[in-house]
Each structure stands twice: as C-alpha cells, then as structure tokens.
C-alpha cells in the first residue's frame, strides 16, 4: 500500500505551496501560512454523512493531510458526530467504510500515519464528558453551525448542541499541535482551545492547546450553484456540489453550469463570487496565484476559462477516483486497517486518559 499511497500523493499533491509553520497559537488563525515545518501531531476528522466527499472536503482538507502526514498524525472518520441529526444505522455503517476507503485513497498511508474511526476508542466519549463539565453553555450557544443547523426546527437533539466539547475530546486527546481544517471550523478550534486553557488552569498542565492551519487556497470551496453557501454534502444543491465519486462528465457539466455573471470578465470580486469561487478552484489545483490566472484568462470569457478549470479538477481527481475504486473491492481490507488504526490511536488515548483522571480527581 505504500507504493500506491505515495502514488496518489505526487499525482495530487501539486498544489499547496506549503501551509504548516510554526507561530504563535494566534497567529495561526489570522495569517496563511506558507513555509512548510515538521509538525510533532496533527488530528483532523471528518463525518460519514451525506454522499461521498466532495471537492471541497479534498482541497481544503485530504489533499494537505495525504501531504503533510507523519507517524504522529491522527486522522479520524467521526460517526459519532454523524448521529446527532436523523440517521439510518445501516446507511451510516456503510458511509463510514466509504469515508474511510475515501481517505486512503486520497494517499493516507496506515503505515505512516493512523486512520480510524471515532467511536473504536471508547476514551473519545469518556473525555467528552469531563470536558462538559468544563466547557459553559454560553459558549455552545455561540456557535455558529448549531444556530444554521437547528434554525426552523421545533427541537433538536443535545448531540446537535454538545458535540463540539467531543469535538475537542477528539483533538485534545491526541495532544495535537496542529489541526488542518477548513475556514468553517476556526469556531470549533478556538472552542477546543479554550476548553484545553480552562482545563489546564483548573487542574494542571494536562492538554496542549492546538494551533490552527489553513491552505492559501481551496479552504473554502463554495458551491457552484448558491455561491454564498459553502460546498457540502448536506446542502440541498446536487448540481452545485462535485462529489468526489461523481464520474468526469458529471464533473465537467457541473462546472460549465456553474453560476457566474452576466459578464465576461474573469476577475476575482466581491461582485462576482461565482468567478472568484472557480479562480479559487483553479488556483487550488495548479498551485497558481489568483492574479496570475487573472491575467491568462483576460479577453477569454467564461466558455473557454469554465473548461480548462473541469480538465484541471478532473486531472487532479483522477487517480484518486482510481484508487477508490480498487480499495472499494475489498472492503474487508479496509475494515483491518480501521482496526489496526484504532488500536494504535486507543494506545495514545488511553494513556492521555490516565493523567485526565487522575488531574479530575478520579480514582485510578
């Protein structure tokens, strides 16, 4: 597996820059950061919910983890988190594979780094708890995706209310310096941040209080057809979102319908945020600057600009839609290397759980 993972990261890797450095906790939230550095752990998640990953999921997260990944790096398919909105047990069981056999395929290497699934290490709900009687209310009311995801709803679920403190159960377990993620999350990480400072000032150094990092492009991928609306796969916009299972024709006519404007002009705008949004899809998949796209594209119009930016995503998608698809034959060899992951991560966990409940003040 390591040949083929080492495969898919030089075929799709071609486009950051570089975007880990070491700065203050702070500063990592305000600035790109673009000189490449070792990091000593790293943790990032995603749900199995919805269809598969989409194009955003792998520019503004897969691609830079498949990059930057070491022994110390953590990544997680988080099914808990997945069931905090109605669900269909089989249907989630099924996605959480599929996210899985996703990331491998993308060039996450189980011999380099650890892939698991959240709900294998039972010390993620364990740590969750403790953190709750941390974290305040206040704080979780605040938080942006709980208002967006229960507005109009004559209830929701506590889950829906509570899962950022497992959120930071998640990162805070593995000691994470760094946690790549994408310009949605920077309220859940300044959340966890603050949970690891409270914690810590209360009980004693215990938690590393993680930094924040993001691509120069690509973090925020919006969708083709609501360009005020990220891309997602929850989002009630089919033809706006470019699954990464969707097939290359598929690919290509999403992104020649993709709105724009009524002009011609290939410039980045706050007036025109389809155009801004697909120059920021092609600077992601060529390592281009925006400005330096604005000046091939000048004169161009939108036909010829809209089907170069298909043959680059397309080109960077491919040989991970491939290697899906052979992972995808053998799903029995993923589920191993999920359980092989979680026994790696379960060793961390457990030993970060021992000083948690002996600083708490918990038998042991």
């Given at each position: 597996?390591?040949?083929?993972?080492?495969?898919?990261?030089?075929?799709?890797?071609?486009?950051?820059?570089?975007?880990?450095?070491?700065?203050?906790?702070?500063?990592?939230?305000?600035?790109?950061?673009?000189?490449?550095?070792?990091?000593?752990?790293?943790?990032?998640?995603?749900?199995?919910?919805?269809?598969?990953?989409?194009?955003?999921?792998?520019l503004g997260a897969f691609r830079r983890w498949a990059e930057l990944q070491q022994p110390d790096h953590f990544y997680c398919v988080v099914d808990l988190h997945a069931m905090t909105m109605p669900y269909e047990p089989g249907e989630l069981r099924r996605r959480t594979i599929d996210t899985a056999t996703w990331l491998y395929a993308v060039g996450l290497d189980p011999d380099v780094c650890t892939v698991f699934v959240q709900s294998h290490?039972?010390?993620?709900?364990?740590?969750?708890?403790?953190?709750?009687?941390?974290?305040?209310?206040?704080?979780?009311?605040?938080?942006?995706?709980?208002k967006e995801k229960s507005r109009g709803q004559e209830s929701v679920t506590v889950g829906l209310f509570d899962y950022p403190v497992l959120q930071a159960a998640d990162i805070l377990l593995y000691k994470a310096d760094e946690v790549p993620i994408g310009d949605d999350q920077r309220q859940h990480l300044e959340l966890s941040r603050n949970i690891a400072r409270r914690f810590n000032h209360r009980f004693g150094e215990t938690f590393t209080v993680p930094k924040a990092t993001f691509p120069p492009a690509g973090a925020r991928i919006m969708d083709l057809q609501v360009v005020d609306a990220k891309m997602s796969k929850s989002a009630q916009s089919p033809q706006g979102t470019i699954d990464l299972a969707d097939d290359e024709d598929t690919t290509t006519r999403k992104i020649m319908r993709a709105v724009t404007d009524s002009g011609s002009e290939v410039r980045a705008a706050p007036d025109k945020p389809g155009v801004t949004n697909l120059l920021d899809l092609l600077a992601a998949g060529t390592g281009a600057m925006v400005e330096e796209?604005?000046?091939?594209?000048?004169?161009?119009?939108?036909?010829?600009?809209?089907?170069?930016?298909?043959?680059?995503?397309?080109?960077?998608?491919?040989?991970?839609?491939?290697?899906?698809?052979?992972?995808?034959?053998?799903?029995a060899a993923v589920e191993k290397l999920l359980r092989d992951g979680a026994d790696r991560a379960r060793e961390v966990a457990a030993g970060t759980m021992t000083t948690v409940r002996e600083r708490a003040g918990l038998l042991v």
């Open positions: 597996m390591p040949d083929q993972a080492g495969r898919s990261r030089r075929a799709a890797g071609v486009a950051w820059s570089s975007d880990i450095e070491a700065c203050t906790a702070y500063d990592a939230f305000d600035t790109p950061v673009r000189k490449a550095a070792v990091v000593a752990s790293a943790f990032s998640g995603i749900q199995p919910t919805g269809g598969s990953p989409h194009l955003g999921n792998y290490v039972r010390e993620h709900t364990e740590l969750a708890w403790i953190l709750n009687c941390v974290a305040t209310k206040g704080e979780l009311e605040r938080m942006v995706q709980y796209l604005e000046q091939r594209y000048d004169g161009q119009g939108y036909g010829t600009f809209k089907r170069e930016v298909a043959e680059v995503v397309n080109g960077v998608l491919r040989p991970v839609r491939a290697r899906h698809a052979e992972l995808t034959a053998d799903p």
